[in-house]
């Protein structure tokens, strides 16, 4: 693991003095400057990614030939054949790009550092790819996608993973009497389309006092891109579903809309999609919020947005079982699959798994569940299954507070020998020791 710690290059110039430390004072040292993807940022108190997040920023595994997540990718630039297709954007965006841009309160979890991977206070990893609406429609495109991977602070198990894979897609136009013609004909279309197709959509009403037109549209042209997106969006559903789920009259495909909120479009809806007996939230999306492309410079024009994540419907497609999968660089797993083809995934033998647990007590300040996460995750990689917070409680008499945590060891490739997690639970222990002064209990 010391290899991965140079990532971080130690104190180099004396001009530069880590913010850091004041906060935690009996930490190991904190380094002055990040090496991320070729540029040396500096950094400070807002500083936490880890060098594992680091490692992943050069995978893009959207990008890569055979991969599931490049096939999905595939699949759905091919049902918009004719938006631009985006793949390449630098995951490291501003938080004015991921959150300002859009909208977001000053106040809005997601900018906590808790929540989100910043490289410092001016520069982070985006948590999703909307962070980029404002720079695409800068650009003049009026129709595009783009997919990309996206990084959030999150527990650990078989369906989160801190990195993930997102398509965003957004369609813009005029608003004169013929541009929405061609909208209103676009929509005719597709609805003559699906009418052909073995799909049952639950609806919710495009506007509603709870999900309203934004105050500069007009309400029936808000109505006009509604209907569009939802037409485009179950038209999508059911290319990525549709053959798939083996969808017959009997037994149609089963998609549904919900209500939902998003700073940056009004209205703004999620959708699910029925598989294997489970509800599915598939993605957000909604009319683009007028303010997001006053900010590009686009004048006279509105439109809708969408945002859907990769791993969940790759998952169900494919039937791969843990989101660690998706990392893998093993042949068993890499070799089953061809780009352009969904097949099913055949699990290789799965190795035994083995927890350990500790049980510390917290600094006075507190620790946060992800600051474990992320440590636990930085010590171990992928040889962690899952991490849970299994006890908590406070000292009555000291008011202290501890907590208990069960790391489950399991790789996906081998068996791990007892010693090797036992060495690992001991950098755990060590680790958070001086990274977070903690006492094991
Ligand atoms: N960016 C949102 C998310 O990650 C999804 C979204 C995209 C919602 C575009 C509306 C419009 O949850």
Known sequence: MATKVLQFSRVRSSAWRPLLRRHTSTAAPTPSEIPVLGTVYPADAYTNITPTIAAKLTRRLHAQDGHPIATLRGLIESHFPDYAHLSSLSPIVTPHQNFDSLSFPADHPGRAKTDS???????????????????????????????ADVYRRDEIDASHYPVFHQTEGAKIFQTDAASLEAVEEDSRRLERELAQSNIVIEDVPHLSSTN?????????????????LKLSLNSLMYTLFGGVAGATKEDPLRVRWIEAFFPFTSPSYEVEVFFRGKWLEILGCGVVAQPTLDRSNVVNKMGWAFGLGLERIAMVLYSIPDIRLFWSEDERFLSQFSQGKINTFKPYSKYPASYR???????????????????????AGDLVEDVAIIDRFTHPKTERQSMTVRTNFRSMDRSLVK???????????????????????
């Open 357 to 379: 647990d500790v049980s510390l007590w917290l600094p006075s300040d507190g620790l946060h569940d992800n600051d474990v996460y992320d440590l636990v995750r930085d010590v």
């Open 419 to 441: 010693d090797e997690v036992n060495e690992l639970q001991a950098q755990v222990q060590s680790r958070l020791k001086e990274q977070f002064r903690v006492e094991i209990r």
């Open 212 to 228: 309203p037109a934004q105050s500069v549209h007009n309400p029936r042209h808000s109505e006009i891109a509604a209907k569009n």
């Open 117 to 147: 991977y910043y490289i410092n206070k001016d520069y982070m990893l985006r948590t999703h790819t909307s962070a980029h609406e404002v720079d695409v429609f800068t650009s003049g495109s009026e129709r595009w996608l783009l997919t």
